[in-house]
């Protein structure tokens, strides 16, 4: 009897981790389908669990694109969620503003300007925006997925949130 308790405790365990994982991937499958729907994107449906599945499409002017992936850190891996609002032009600065809030761009003047116009605005918006990155073609917010994104709401208002930053910045 000992025997089948020992073998059976950490057969439920890992039955138990592998139920979850596949009941978190209906999940997010689910959301991702319903936002594309409310956003009027296109949806792509990935049949591998570990794949990255991808919604995109356009709003206002703009191309937009949700992605939800897992990266791997050694032993462990997150799964991070990416909002992404394309310029309909680049800037041509060779802009780039990293999540920590660090400017960088080729051309001095033009981004030192391009700062002054924008520092504000992007520093506000990173109360929201978690992993804010501006560059000349995009403007993405990247956040480890949680609960929340599970909603389609939660992720239709964050995508809105990340187009309206990239309709403001000038």
Not at 122 to 147: H, T
Request: glycine share 6%; hydrophobic share 40%.
């Amino acid at each position: 009897m000992e025997k089948v308790i020992a073998i059976a405790i950490p057969g439920l365990f890992i039955v138990g981790i592998i139920w979850l994982i596949i009941a978190s991937n209906k999940r997010i499958n689910n959301a991702l389908s319903t936002a594309s729907k409310t956003l009027g994107f296109t949806y792509i449906p990935s049949k591998n669990i570990f794949r990255k599945k991808r919604i995109f499409g356009e709003l206002d002017g703009y191309n937009c694109e949700v992605e939800v992936y897992t990266r791997s850190h050694g032993k462990s891996s997150t799964t991070y969620v990416s909002f992404f609002a394309y310029f309909p032009e680049s800037f041509d600065m060779g802009l780039k503003i990293n999540w920590r809030g660090e400017f960088d761009g080729d051309d001095e003047y033009l981004t030192d300007l391009f700062i002054k116009r924008n520092e504000e605005l992007i520093e506000a918006s990173k109360k929201n925006l978690r992993r804010l990155r501006v560059e000349d073609a995009f403007v993405n917010s990247r956040k480890v997925l949680f609960r929340k994104y599970y909603k389609a709401d939660e992720i239709v208002k964050t995508m809105r949130d990340v187009l309206n930053l990239a309709k403001s910045i000038k």
